[in-house]
């Protein structure tokens, strides 16, 4: 069986009767919804989404920074007031 990682639970069938009360009613809190007691999905608010994929981007750039800065030595050195 899998863990469900949210406090707060709810079934399809429960999110397609009243979806906004189901949201206000978690206060903000992700929502697992079940499908036979199952996680099928969780259900986040816009603001958390959007902070998870600032954070995400924000991820993959370090690593594009740490993969880049071992190529250091491949590195042509530029003047600012050159260009």
Same mark, same amino acid.
């Given at each position: 069986?899998?863990? @469900?990682?949210?406090?707060?639970?709810?079934? #399809?069938? +429960? $999110?397609?009767?009243?979806?906004?009360?189901?949201?206000? +009613? =978690? +206060?903000?809190?992700? #929502?697992? *919804?079940?499908?036979?007691? @199952?996680?099928?999905? /969780?259900? *986040?608010?816009?603001?958390? /989404?959007?902070?998870?994929?600032?954070?995400?981007? %924000?991820?993959?750039? =370090?690593?594009? @920074?740490?993969?880049?800065?071992? +190529?250091?030595?491949?590195? #042509?050195? @530029?003047?600012? %007031?050159? $260009?």
């Amino acid at each position: 069986m899998r863990q @469900v990682l949210s406090s707060c639970s709810a079934s #399809i069938s +429960e $999110l397609k009767k009243n979806p906004t009360a189901l949201l206000n +009613e =978690a +206060e903000g809190a992700p #929502i697992a *919804i079940l499908n036979h007691n @199952v996680p099928a999905a /969780y259900l *986040i608010p816009a603001e958390t /989404y959007e902070w998870l994929m600032d954070k995400l981007e %924000d991820s993959e750039l =370090a690593q594009t @920074v740490r993969d880049r800065a071992g +190529e250091k030595e491949n590195a #042509i050195e @530029v003047n600012l %007031d050159e $260009l």
